[in-house]
């Protein structure tokens, strides 16, 4: 099935620096999600954004939604340990329609 | 709040075997989803239920794959018969309404064939 090209494929960053990570679509879709997903579990909302340009921020997490709806990145601001794990981005044309993800970026910290 | 339970959370069976995946949502929520998420990928959406009507059921495979949802709570999906290449995790995710953003996802299933 479609799926989203999401970048980089993996991360190895020091504990405390900044990250960033997006993902791109050749269609445009009208909300873009951020998801995480640890070992053994589901994929957990990070953040959700439903309009172009919008910049939505969850703690130290920022996400934009690509003025050209076909883009998002998320950044992850001094990054500790507890951000290991899977980011996978997501869009969804309407509430009608299925998600459709990326492969995922998977982030490790080292301490 | 309880969330998404499922289960098992692992099966290994041998290939031509059938197997059964169930899923509890969370209370109130009418929306169900299965996804199938094989390994280095995102999860992909196999079947969509309001309520106990399957309304997007586009890419389940039929030939082998089916699902129910017959009183609009509980779901079960099914395989049979398990192919190897079945190998994947099996994640339900339920919601209030269709809007992604209130989509919850359980932990999944884990399905081994040999």
């Known amino acids: 099935g479609q799926q989203l090209n999401q970048s980089p494929q993996s991360m190895f960053i020091q504990e405390g620096e900044d990250v960033s990570m997006n993902c791109t679509s050749s269609s445009i879709f009208n909300t873009w999600l951020w998801y995480k997903q640890d070992p053994g579990e589901g994929p957990v909302l990070l953040i959700a954004l439903y309009k172009a340009g919008e910049l939505t921020s969850n703690g130290r997490l920022t996400a934009q939604f690509g003025i050209t709806r076909k883009d998002s990145f998320l950044n992850i601001s001094a990054s500790i340990p507890s951000d290991v794990g899977i980011y996978f981005c997501a869009g969804q044309l309407s509430g009608n329609t299925p998600l459709v993800f990326g492969k995922g970026t998977r982030l490790s910290v080292i301490a | 709040e309880a969330g998404v339970v499922q289960s098992p959370r692992y099966k290994i069976i041998e290939k031509k075997q059938p197997v059964a995946f169930w899923c509890n949502p969370i209370?109130?929520?009418?929306?169900l989803y299965w996804y199938l998420q094989n390994l280095g990928q995102g999860p992909e959406l196999l079947i969509r239920y309001e309520n106990e009507e399957a309304v997007d059921d586009s890419q389940l495979p039929k030939d082998r794959f089916s699902a129910e949802r017959l009183k609009g709570v509980d779901s079960t999906l099914k395989i049979q018969p398990a192919e190897l290449g079945d190998s994947a995790v099996y994640l339900c995710a339920s919601s209030s309404n269709r809007g992604a953003d209130t989509q919850y996802f359980g932990p999944g299933t884990r399905l081994t064939v040999l």
């Open positions: 209370s109130g929520h009418n929306t």
